[in-house]
């Protein structure tokens, strides 16, 4: 890999939630750089502050203590406004259960991403990427699984963002599926470019990307490259 | 038996819902308020009028007659069917107040010498009853009193016949006879207590004074069966028997204005009554309905776990309509508290028009009773949806999660052309609305009826304005009519043009007169214009002149169908005055009025039907502008002909207070409660679509949405609904201003419905106010519902 260009830092962050009387703390002094372009896996056993990691990445939370960077701007310091902003044109979210909305189409369902940004691809187009271009008329109901973590993908993908957080994103497939879904996101970080953070509890995983974090506690352990990445076809559990 | 573990649940599930409970609660409160208040003042209403009718003896029937010696009044007693008889005189007086420009138009009324009981018979509220020794004493109507300051002990003048007498006050009295203190004559709309005048004089005085010794010009009785039919038979004799005296009319007392207006009112109340709670609890009943099914689809697992557990279906059953039963406690408890207080209201409002003794808010228990039922029944009902629901469902079945929405094409989406065009939000949009459809349909049925109560309460009010400018500004345009007591000659118009005020003048004749046409008959007021008129120009209902030919008469419409007689036919008159001979009468024309009996002729020609070779009872006069009116009108007073003056700009002012001031107040009312159905049932039925959708919106929130670009697809949502609700509203609201005013029409005049297209906006923009005070909470409720935590957790 050539020269590399840290695209978000995370410095010393710390979150603690209140829980009624007593505080639950789900990030301790985490400190991890993102690379322009890298893929990214932070892995880890449940419970110990992935998720809470990558909200505080995407925009959707703050930290207690700490700073994010993206580029230049620290997101702790943006409005509620920008903060909607960075989640609209910087980022792309893939859940563990997709959240596709039950009462749209999977064309629609991408629709919904770029209805509000300007810099997007074609609804269409991002279908035909992730293969669905066949069933951009289908109700999520009518979708498998994978199908529908693909539309998801596509809805990710539409708005042109500049990285894509993934949270578990085959937590709720099969072998086979998670593969074609993994698979997806190696050739989106690889032929367009495309930033991804994959956090998963699964360490079979971890081999596909280019550096794995290691978080336990609300910390990161260590972080060690993957020189080369697995091919997707070779991993299994 | 009460599960304390499934009270709990209970009271928190409410909670949660605060909004909905408490917009729900409102509207049943308002409608149970509507039912308590209202049934309320009619029992306090008719109580009260039905003891003072008794206790004073209000009579069944009334014959006017020219002159009656007092053993006729015998003789009507020994007549089958009546019961009670009293002659007495029933004069028209003008009154003089000191300091008080002019002279105020009223009635004086024989009573006996001592205080014993008679028929219409006198409550006094102050002073005493006669003294016997001084002939000049007057009991004055306690209202009229009042509002002139005038008490025992003071003096006041007034015209009986030709002469001027001094009174002196000695006591105030009530009667049921002036319950809503207007002239028996008719005319008037509204009470004006300061402006017209009841004086009860001692029977000897007022026959001397009337030229009526030894005689009366009334004769007013109670029959043994009251009935249209009994008593018209009775009248019958009586016109065939009395006719020497000069008959003039015969009545039913209830249709005398005063107990007319006071039916009138009772029936009205009592339609109000059982319509509007009606309203406001289906609305409340099907927004519950919503919300309950909503409650129990997203309360299905727990469902499940507690028939697990062995919950019967009975308990859970319970469980849920005990919703609807908190509902309707809170409603229904806040309804009598906000009842009982608006009853008072009610009846303080009401004395202002009517004026009864004892007529006060009682307290209720039954009314009440009945007020708790209705709303616990109707917010039971609203729960039935849910519950049926929860009853039926299978525990294990529950325990699973709810099957994946389905997916699949709605209405519009089957017209492609148009689905294809539409921007995406708005796919959205009318996905989500036809995909509830019962949800939707509540929604266009609450905002329907708002929009129509919304519409028929403002287009009342331009009934009424209309009513009024069409009466007192382009029909009439006199400063002040001059009415006399008998039919004079052109010499008497010519007179008042020589005072130096008047600038023009303008004489009429009235004449009352039976139209006969086979079996067909009908007392009517027929108007004798002159050629040219210019400050009285009737108008039909379109605002056209009426054209009053030479010879012969022009009908309402109203007036030749009672008649069956059409254009070309004729008619037989009997004028009630002059010569009182039956003529013939071609009718020329038939008019769509307002006034639904009037028949127009020209002066010449009544006059002459009359006996009269020219005739005039009514002058009206222009004054020049500027100028007092004082002088002239003191001269006019003393004449003795002269039986009431009127003003036209008093007589509109004081419609516009009466009327005006309190129909303002009781359309604001309507149009606030009408709008909390609208507020409260959109309110409810997008936070029931928001609970639904909590996960979408939290997806939306991560993809970057701003809570004012999810707020637009609710509001969206709202949008499309409301306008169907609000244009379906305005067009149901035109035809229930239309029935409104069919319902208010009467034989006498008729309501106009009124429909101004700048009120259809304006309705539609009231709706828009409170669908946006509703959207403006939901908008509060997406900027601060905590998204994230709701994508965490799994359903
Ligand atoms: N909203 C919250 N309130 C309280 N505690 C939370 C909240 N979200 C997460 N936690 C806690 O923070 C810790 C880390 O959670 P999370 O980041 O979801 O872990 P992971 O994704 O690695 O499983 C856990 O102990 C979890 O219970
Ligand atoms: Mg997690």
Known sequence: MEKKQIILSVKSVSKIYRMGEVDVPALRDATLDIYDGEFLIIVGPSGSGKSTLLNLIGGMDRPTRGRISFQETVLSDLSDKDLTLYRRNRVGFIFQFYNLIPTLTALENVQVAIEITQDTLDPMESLTMVGLQDRADHFPAQLSGGEQQRVSIARALSGNPDFILCDEPTGALDLEASKNILGLLVDLNQKLKKTVVLITHNSAISEIGHRVALIRDGSIHSIRSNEPPKPVEQISW | MVNRILLRKLLRDLLQRKWSLVSLCLIVTIGIGCYISMAGVYRDLSGSKKRYYQNYRFPDFIVDLKRAPEWAVEEVASFP?????????????????????????????????????????????????????????????????????????????????????????????????????????????????????????????????????????????????????????????????????????????????????????????????????????????????????????????????????GYSSGSITRHYVSYGAIIGLIGGLGGIAFGYWAQGALVTLYREFYTLPDFEPHFYFDIFL???????????????????????????????????????????????????????????????????????????????????????????????????????????????????????????????????????????????????????????????????????????????????????????????????????????????????????????????????????????????????????????????????????????????????????????????????????????????????????????????????????????????????????????????????????????????????????????YRFPAIVYPWRLVMCAAIMVVFISAAQLIIYRLIRTLKWLEVLKIME
């Not at chain 2, 004798?528 to 030479?550: Q, W």
Request: aromatic letters at 6%; one cysteine or more.
């Open chain 2, 81 to 309: 069917n009546v019961r009670a008889v009293r002659g007495r005189v029933n004069f028209s007086t003008l009154i003089d107040l000191p300091g008080k420009d002019e002279p105020i138009s009223g009635v004086s009324i024989s009573m006996p010498e001592t205080n014993t009981p008679v028929l219409n018979d006198i409550l006094l509220m102050s002073g005493t009853w006669f003294s016997g020794e001084n002939d000049k004493e007057v009991i004055l109507n306690d209202a009229f009193a009042q509002e002139n300051g005038l008490y025992p002990g003071s003096r006041i003048k007034a015209l009986l016949l030709d002469k001027q007498h001094e009174l002196l006050v000695v006591g105030t009295a009530k009667s049921p006879e002036f319950v809503y203190l207007i002239s028996p004559g008719g005319g008037e709309l509204a009470p004006d207590p300061a402006r017209f005048g009841v004086m009860y004089l001692t029977e000897r005085f007022l026959q001397e004074s009337c030229e009526l010794e030894g005689a009366f010009n009334q004769i007013i009785g109670l029959a043994h069966d009251s009935s249209r039919t009994a008593l018209t038979a009775t009248f019958g004799l009586i016109k065939e028997k009395l006719d020497p005296y000069g008959v003039l009319n015969t009545s039913l007392a209830e249709d005398q204005p005063s107990a007319r207006y006071l039916a009138d009112e009772l029936t009205g109340l009592k339609i109000t009554s059982t319509v509007m709670p009606s309203i406001f609890l289906i609305v409340a009943a099907l927004v519950l309905n919503v919300i309950m099914s909503r409650m129990v689809a997203q309360q299905r697992t727990v469902i499940g776990t507690l028939k697990a557990l």
């Open chain 2, 370 to 748: 009945i007020g708790m039922a209705i709303s616990l029944a109707f917010a039971v009902l609203g729960t039935l949806k849910g519950v049926h629901h929860a009853a039926l469902l299978e525990p294990a079945e529950a325990m699973r999660p709810p099957p994946p929405e389905k997916g699949g094409k709605v209405l519009p989406e089957r017209i492609p052309f148009f689905w294809r065009r539409l921007p995406f939000r708005w796919k959205m949009i009318l996905r989500a609305i036809f995909r509830n459809p019962f949800r939707s349909s509540v929604n266009v049925l609450a905002s329907l009826v708002a929009t129509a109560l919304i519409f028929s309460a403002l287009s009342m009010t331009d009934s009424l304005d209309y009513l009024m400018s069409y009466e007192f500004e382009k029909v009439s345009h006199q400063d002040i009519t001059v009415s006399l007591r008998d039919p004079k000659d052109i010499t008497t118009t010519r007179e008042m043009l020589l005072l130096p005020t008047i600038s023009e003048t303008e004489p009429q004749l009235a004449v009352a007169c039976d139209l006969k046409n086979g079996p067909y008959q009908k007392r009517v007021g027929v108007m004798g214009l002159v050629r040219n008129n210019r400050l009285y120009t009737p108008l039909d209902k379109d605002g056209n002149p009426i054209v009053i030919p030479e010879r012969g008469l022009v009908l309402s419409k109203k007036l030749a169908e009672i008649l069956n007689l059409a254009p070309g036919d004729t008619v037989t008159l009997r004028p009630l005055i002059g010569l009182r001979k039956e003529v013939l009468s071609p009718i020329v024309g038939t008019v769509d009025t307002f006034l639904g009996l009037s028949a127009y002729a020209n002066i010449n020609y009544l006059s002459n039907l009359i006996g009269e070779e020219w005739a005039a009872n009514v002058i009206m006069g222009n004054t020049f502008q500027r100028t007092s009116e004082r002088s002239f009108l003191d001269k006019l007073k003393l004449r003795p002909t002269v039986t009431g003056i009127r003003e036209r700009t008093r007589a509109l002012i004081q419609l516009d207070e009466t009327f005006g001031e309190t129909m303002g107040t009781m359309m604001s009312i309507m149009v606030l409660f009408a709008g909390l159905i609208a507020f409260g049932s959109v309110l409810n039925t997008t936070l029931v679509s928001l609970s639904e959708r909590q996960r979408e919106v939290g997806t939306l929130r991560v993809l970057g949405y701003s809570p004012a670009n999810i707020s637009r697809i609710f509001s969206g949502e709202s949008l499309v609904v409301n306008v169907v609700g609000i244009l379906l509203g305005l067009v149901f609201g035109i035809l229930l201003a239309k029935s409104l005013s069919l319902a208010y029409s009467t034989e006498l």
